[in-house]
């Protein structure tokens, strides 16, 4: 089995507290990326403000190359202070809807 990237076990942690589990595993495959997407959207807009001229420099380089999930959490991680803590508050409103949009 592939090992996941950390956005997407933050994400599925997310996911599986809100009910994604029982989900089959059609529904998962189709919802996945979706959520992975939006996170990631949540994240940048959270983040980008954070860099200074020189990450944000570095940023625009990696930009322009194949780059891993791992590469990119690991810059994030080095560029914004309190990473972790950001990441948590730009995902706190997304877990909240995620949750309702499983609630039955």
């Keep these: ?15 599986n507290d809100s009910g994604f589990e029982h989900l089959d ?4 495959k189709e919802y996945l ?4 997407a939006q996170a990631e959207q949540r994240i940048g807009n959270a983040v980008l403000p954070l860099l200074n001229e020189q990450s ?3 940023f625009v380089e990696l930009t322009k190359q194949e780059t891993t999930p791992e590469q ?10 309190n990473f972790t803590e950001v990441v948590k508050e730009a995902l ?9 949009s499983f609630a039955i």
Aim: hydrophobic share 45%; proline share 7%.
């Design 56 to 58: 944000a420099k570095q």
């Design 25 to 28: 595993d059609e529904a998962k």
């Design 1 to 15: 089995m592939a090992q996941q990237n950390p956005l997407e076990e933050l994400v599925l942690g997310i996911l």
């Design 92 to 100: 706190s409103g997304f877990a909240q809807e995620v949750k309702e």
């Design 33 to 36: 990326p979706q959520f992975l």
């Design 72 to 81: 990119w959490w690991s810059f994030w991680q080095e560029n914004v202070p």
